[in-house]
């Protein structure tokens, strides 16, 4: 009776230390912007955590995780992290990416075990705030089928968005103003994993037409009109 008993308690304590979303394995660690060469790093990311490995402790311990928020519409600040607890954004510091308005935002993602692959969704919050966001349209996507892929873990993949064209950032972070904050998790079971990342929004349109050269045009073969 009393093996029975003690039996029962040692496997509860088993499965509550191993709750699935208690540990995060794929993170953003850092983005670069269309304008210029300045990278943002992932919110909550930790310089010092190896990356050549899968265990929780201490692969996992700067990977964010989003616990229940599993599309655009639920959305709300920057997930958590085993280390460090919820991302604060006010606590960002150092450069900042930047991005025109309609530019693109490439991202690298580390993947620390099998359910941080893809596919990602992305998203961007105008007021960097992290209250709300919309989303953004991948162009380069992380490999993989419901957040799972065997073959890629352990490595940094490239993860690339578009932010949308009527998107004016108007943030403060970091010192920094017109300040968007983008996101972009997985659909894992355990998650979702992913990350947060500031840009900082710069010029003109990414999306401007080129000016109409001057002088002659080719229209067909062997036709040139001169003026």
């Known amino acids: 009776m009393h093996s029975k008993i003690f039996i029962t308690a040692f496997c509860t304590i088993l499965s509550l230390v191993n709750v699935p979303g208690a540990a995060g394995h794929g993170l953003i660690l850092k983005a670069k912007g269309d304008a210029g060469t300045a990278t943002s790093k992932g919110l909550g990311v ?21 616990k229940g928020q599993r599309n655009v519409a ?18 960002f510091t150092g450069t900042m990416a930047q991005v ?9 993602l580390h993947q620390v075990n099998t359910d941080g692959a893809g ?14 966001f919309v989303q953004m349209q991948v162009t380069t996507q992380v490999p993989g089928r419901n957040g799972n892929n ?34 972009c ?12 990342v500031p840009v900082q929004m710069v010029g003109g349109s990414a999306n401007t037409t080129a ?3 001057q002088g002659r045009f080719r229209f067909a073969r062997g036709l040139t009109l001169h003026w």
């Open 46 to 66: 930790d310089d010092n955590t190896p990356r050549d490995g899968t265990r929780r402790r201490p692969f996992q311990q700067d990977t964010t995780v989003f």
């Open 74 to 91: 639920s959305a709300k600040g920057c997930g958590k992290t085993l280390e460090g607890g919820v991302n604060q954004i006010a606590a």
């Open 100 to 108: 025109t308005q309609g530019g693109t935002v490439s991202m690298t």
């Open 119 to 132: 596919p990602y969704t992305c998203m961007v919050n105008a007021a960097g705030d992290g209250q709300s």
């Open 150 to 183: 065997r073959q890629t873990q352990k490595q940094d993949l490239p993860l690339v968005a578009q932010l949308p064209a009527n998107v004016q950032c108007t943030g403060t972070v970091g010192g920094m103003s017109n300040v968007c904050m983008v996101r």
């Open 185 to 196: 998790q997985n659909n894992a079971r355990a998650g979702p994993f992913g990350g947060c």
């Open 211 to 213: 000016p109409a050269p």
